[in-house]
């Protein structure tokens, strides 16, 4: 299982010395908080929190800007501008 963003940064600070702050050490820790993997399951950890609570999550697709609750429902709060998918 993937670790979250506060596991990973409590590991960065407890395996580096900040005071000897360098380029290499801000990439490392950069590399580890954008790992695809990572990201994905900080997103649908929070997604589900919010799901749990009632609160929707606002998405989008190609109808527009819509609200997504818990129970799948689609509430649509604004149509997709035109420009918006470029697609052809």
Not at 53 to 70: A, N, R
Request: hydrophobic fraction near 35%; charged fraction near 35%; include cysteine.
């Amino acid at each position: 299982m993937s670790k979250s963003v506060d596991e990973l940064v409590e590991e960065f600070l407890q395996q580096h010395d900040l005071s000897k702050n360098t380029p290499e050490i801000a990439e490392d820790f950069f590399r580890k908080i954008t790992d695809p993997k990572i990201v994905k399951q900080n997103v649908q950890a929070a997604i589900e929190k919010d799901w749990s609570l009632g609160i929707p999550v606002m998405q989008m697709d190609s109808k527009g800007i819509y609200e997504l609750k818990p129970d799948g429902r689609k509430i649509y709060t604004e149509p997709c501008p035109k420009d918006r998918f470029l697609i052809k």
